[in-house]
């Protein structure tokens, strides 16, 4: 049972345009919600993250819209460059956190110069 | 700052070979995870282990092993290799608390042949 759905699986963006990522959740146990960003032959890395008590996070270019409501939420990259291609996952946590994240399967971002 | 180590890199193996995939973190971590990543398929919770001396079943455990041989250490062993495990093998650890970021290895790509 795929407990956080990820799409598209792949997208491509122009450079300078806008990215967008959604994933949705069924389990409302989930209370973190990260985005890993992996670059080819590289492990995942944490990009940025949000909890549910908050509605949108933004750090650079990069921005978290989260919809409790809804249990859905989406990853926003504006001014999308050359540098930002890479598979982007999003991720959730339940309390506690010692039993490891629930990813989606990934998406596969092309940005064209 | 080595942060977490995975011996080796690449690996191939015939069907009903063993071998064990080593980890290593340096960050004084509690928590420690095994994922597995497929084309297509995200990252999935092979074992983790909560505290030293702690093991448990993640989402696909058929076919492995692992021992948390003290803090620093999580290993991940494959007693009969099969075809069906050839995937990118991904150490990850962190702390012991919802939120807390999950830093990756560079990988262990191995081939069942």
């Known amino acids: 049972q795929q407990q956080v759905k990820q799409s598209p699986q792949s997208l491509i963006v122009q450079k300078g345009g806008i990215s967008i990522i959604n994933c949705a959740y069924e389990?409302?146990?989930?209370?973190?919600f990260p985005w890993y960003q992996q670059f080819p032959g590289k492990g995942p890395a944490l990009l940025i993250a949000?909890?549910?008590?908050?509605s949108e996070k933004k750090e650079g270019r990069f921005t978290i819209s989260f919809n409790k409501s809804a249990k859905q939420f989406s990853l926003h990259i504006m001014d999308s460059q050359p540098g930002d291609s890479a598979t982007y996952f999003c991720?959730?946590?339940?309390?506690?956190?010692?039993?490891?994240?629930?990813f989606g399967k990934g998406t596969h971002l092309i940005i064209q110069p | 700052n080595a942060g977490v180590t995975q011996t080796p890199k690449f690996q191939v193996l015939k069907t009903g070979q063993s071998m064990t995939l080593q980890c290593a973190q340096d960050m004084n971590h509690n928590s420690m995870y095994w994922y597995r990543q497929d084309p297509g398929m995200g990252l999935r919770l092979i074992y983790y282990s909560a505290s030293e001396g702690t093991t448990d079943k993640g989402e696909v455990p058929n076919g492995y092993n692992v021992s948390r041989l003290n803090k620093r250490e999580f290993s991940l062993r494959l007693e009969s290799a099969a075809p069906s495990q050839t995937s990118v093998y991904f150490c990850a650890s962190s702390e012991v608390m919802s939120g807390s970021e999950a830093f990756f290895g560079q990988g262990t790509r191995l081939t069942v042949v």
């Open positions: 389990n409302t146990a989930f209370d973190y």
């Open positions: 991720a959730a946590d339940s309390g506690g956190g010692a039993d490891g994240l629930t």
């Open positions: 949000i909890r549910p008590d908050v």
